[in-house]
């Protein structure tokens, strides 16, 4: 089995920071594509940030320039660190990994999710 654990969300003010962390474990062999994704109350789940196994990423447009998005492979964990944040991105974020477990069986996994809240 493999899981997603999360840490790092909690309330803060407005232009303020926050790191996420996402620790995989369990039979993993390789992890490919890690990201982080988010939804607030009402809205669909979207993307926040990605990154490849080799260091490549992306980011949405709404946090381009604010977040940025990490991994160590060794831990197997990836990270957001996220600065001047605004209260548009309240909401819950999700950690992503795409696993190749030791079996050879792939899946796309998600963490439990971890609030963000920014108060303005």
């Known amino acids: 089995q493999v899981q997603l654990v999360e840490s790092g969300g909690g309330l803060v003010q407005g232009g303020g920071s926050l790191r996420l962390s996402c620790a995989a474990s369990g039979a993993i062999a390789r992890i490919n594509a890690m990201g982080w994704y988010r939804q607030a109350p009402g809205k669909q789940r979207e993307l926040v940030a990605g990154?490849?196994?080799?260091?490549?990423?992306n980011y949405a447009d709404s946090v381009k320039g604010r977040f940025t998005i990490s991994r160590d492979n060794a831990k197997k964990t990836v990270y957001l660190e996220m600065n001047s944040l605004k209260p548009e991105d309240t909401a819950v974020y999700y950690c992503?990994?795409?696993?190749?477990?030791?079996?050879?069986?792939?899946?796309?996994?998600w963490g439990q999710g971890t609030q963000v809240t920014v108060s303005s």
């Open positions: 990154i490849t196994s080799s260091g490549s990423t």
């Open positions: 992503n990994a795409d696993v190749v477990r030791i079996f050879g069986q792939r899946g796309d996994y």
